[in-house]
């Protein structure tokens, strides 16, 4: 076997993946440790079946969240950022937000401190997942939500403090705004750099993956200056740099008469409030979303629900030097140890990063296998429950059930 290397990256930002790459990973709070031995079984188990032993993942194991506090006295350590730094590729289980201790939520630290401005989260049926939705193997989507700014970039002041106090007296002696008493107070910056690069990455995943559209998610018609700009900043890095790959949907009609030429993606808007509307009723017409921070964390939970909740849905954190992956939902504290929840959501994270280091082929070997465990109903108690005539297994027992159906 290759000795262990770390994944480098090129001057055009792919990637230089090794045999035995050196994978950083946070097992998690609560929940965590749990679902990410039936994850890591399940990885290493598509690398093997796949590349027949000539591939294998080298785990380095990072201290962060309540484990990193124990030993280190940091929730987040500079030594584990600096690590996922620099290996490049890194996957994480949920982690407790420490209450008092001065990190809003370690998630999003992560993510804005590594600038890791595009959050990924595909959203695809999996056939016999119970459904509220009539026909869910309509939806296909991408949600590629910004990470760095808007409401999360946490900067806001508290009812009634100095901080607060000043800006609500700024905003009314310089600006002419009166706020009511005792406001809380927050600021939303949207950025037309940071908009253009999410937007970018959005239409090139568009691109790369055969996508017919990239929608431009905002509220613009109220926020005109923050989210309005979104959309426009991002027609314009469409036009800017994919010109000719991609069309307005204004063209399109114009034009083409409402048929885009091949090779083409459409670029289009919807108001959020009605895109929320449009993936109920017409969820076959949108592919890639791109959207602020706050549109995003909603639209990609509502669209998770729609094909069997956030048991099932992955997610990654993508920059331009290094990527996180991770189960886009919480530590569910009081399962703690319990070996039952659905680790679907980490493993199927995990087939995310195999296809993002280039090992295509045992990404797919990992969502083929979790769809055949499904079909057999050998599933946890969340979709047991659910699924007429399923056996209830243990998580453990339902990362063996998915390494099974490799063959």
């Known amino acids: 076997m290759a000795t262990p290397e770390k994944i480098s990256t090129n001057s055009d930002g792919s990637l230089n993946v090794p045999d035995c790459p050196i994978i950083p990973f946070i097992e998690g709070d609560g929940i965590g440790p749990d679902i990410w031995r039936a994850t890591r079984a399940v990885i290493e188990a598509a690398v093997e079946k796949t590349y027949g032993g000539k591939r294998k993942i080298s785990w380095l194991k990072l201290l962060v969240g309540e484990k ?7 929730f987040l350590p500079d030594e584990a950022l600096k690590t996922i730094e620099a290996n490049v590729v890194a996957i994480k289980g949920p982690l407790t937000t420490p209450v008092g201790k001065g990190i809003r939520s370690l998630n999003v630290a992560i993510r804005q401190k590594l600038d890791l401005y595009a959050c990924v989260r595909p959203v695809r049926y999996i056939e016999t997942v119970p459904s509220p939705m009539k026909f869910p193997e309509m939806i296909n989507m991408v949600v590629f939500r910004e990470n760095t700014e808007d409401l999360y970039a946490g900067i806001e002041w508290a009812s009634g403090s100095d901080e607060a106090e000043a800006v609500a007296d700024f905003l009314k002696k310089e600006m002419g705004v009166d706020l009511p008493p005792l406001s809380g107070i927050g600021i939303k910056p949207i950025s037309p750099a940071n908009t253009k690069r999410l937007v970018a990455s959005a239409i090139l995943y568009a691109l790369e993956n055969g996508f017919p559209s990239v929608t431009l998610m905002h509220k613009g018609n109220i926020m005109k200056f923050t989210e309005g700009a979104f959309a426009q900043w991002g027609y314009q890095v469409a036009k800017e740099r994919f010109a000719d ?3 307005t949907e204004a063209e399109l009609w114009d034009q083409y008469d409402g048929k885009a030429p091949e090779g083409k993606v ?5 108001i959020a409030d009605m895109l929320f509307q449009q993936v109920l009723l017409r969820p076959d017409e949108y592919g890639v979303i791109a959207t602020p921070n706050l549109n995003g964390d909603y639209i990609s939970d509502a669209l998770a629900a729609q094909v ?6 992955p997610g990654a954190n993508i920059g331009d030097t290094c990527a996180v992956f991770e189960a886009t939902h919480g530590t ?31 990404g797919t070997a990992i969502r083929d296998a979790i769809q055949a465990a499904i079909k057999a109903r050998r599933v946890t108690y969340d979709l047991a429950r659910q699924i007429e005539g399923a056996e209830e297994v243990k998580c453990s027992e339902f990362g063996a059930v998915i390494v099974e159906q490799m063959g």
Do not use: C, F, H
């Open 68 to 74: 990193g506090y124990e030993k280190t006295g940091d």
């Open 245 to 247: 790959q991609t069309i």
């Open 266 to 270: 459409v670029i289009k808007d919807r």
């Open 308 to 313: 069997g909740g956030l048991g099932m849905a």
């Open 332 to 362: 569910a504290p009081k399962y703690t140890g319990m070996d039952k929840v659905n680790p679907g959501s980490l493993i199927l994270s995990g087939a995310m990063m195999l296809d993002y280091m280039g090992w295509k082929e045992a």
